[in-house]
């Protein structure tokens, strides 16, 4: 899948703030050339100790159309854990806090450092923030034991 949308790098601490004002500078550049559908993408690009660089995006048919200042990320195909996020999207980092930190390291995977996302399709509306989310996130089997 390739992605194409903004990309900006957040501090933990003020993640609930920038990134809601990042999706809102992103929707007023849409449709974006060669966009398929109307499902949005939140992709988590990296993460380390301070903050993490996250991208609001959709898919397009290919990255060549895309304007100059628009990020671009091909996806590829790997093996996810999903989860749904249901209710207000302020509360999403509750979930993902939920995933990483307890799920994670007790379901005998471990992250395949690849980009996770978030899905935002028909279940969710984005004018009142609530809805349906599902999150992916990118897998291997543990190197400590394998999967259980």
């Given at each position: 899948m390739?992605?194409?949308?903004?990309?900006?790098r957040?501090?933990?601490?003020?993640?609930?703030?920038?990134?809601?004002q990042?999706?809102?500078?992103?929707?007023?550049?849409?449709?974006?050339?060669?966009?398929?559908?109307?499902?949005?993408?939140?992709?988590?690009?990296?993460?380390?100790?301070?903050?993490?660089?996250?991208?609001?995006a959709v898919e397009?048919?290919?990255?060549?159309?895309?304007?100059?200042?628009i990020?671009?990320?091909?996806?590829?195909?790997?093996?996810?854990?999903?989860?749904?996020?249901?209710g207000?999207?302020s509360?999403?980092?509750?979930?993902?806090?939920?995933i990483?930190?307890?799920?994670?390291?007790?379901?005998?995977?471990?992250?395949?450092?690849?980009?996770?996302?978030?899905?935002?399709?028909?279940?969710f509306?984005?004018?009142?923030?609530?809805?349906?989310?599902e999150?992916?996130?990118?897998?291997?089997?543990?190197?400590?034991?394998?999967?259980?």
């Amino acid at each position: 899948m390739q992605l194409g949308g903004l990309r900006r790098r957040h501090a933990f601490a003020e993640s609930s703030r920038t990134i809601p004002q990042q999706w809102h500078e992103f929707e007023s550049t849409l449709p974006l050339p060669g966009q398929l559908g109307t499902r949005t993408y939140g992709a988590v690009c990296g993460a380390d100790n301070s903050g993490l660089e996250y991208m609001c995006a959709v898919e397009v048919e290919s990255l060549s159309v895309l304007p100059a200042d628009i990020g671009r990320m091909q996806l590829r195909a790997q093996r996810c854990a999903v989860f749904l996020h249901s209710g207000d999207v302020s509360d999403i980092q509750a979930t993902w806090r939920r995933i990483l930190d307890q799920w994670l390291p007790q379901s005998g995977f471990r992250s395949a450092q690849r980009p996770d996302f978030e899905v935002y399709g028909h279940r969710f509306d984005p004018r009142t923030g609530k809805g349906e989310v599902e999150i992916w996130i990118a897998i291997a089997d543990d190197e400590r034991g394998g999967q259980t």
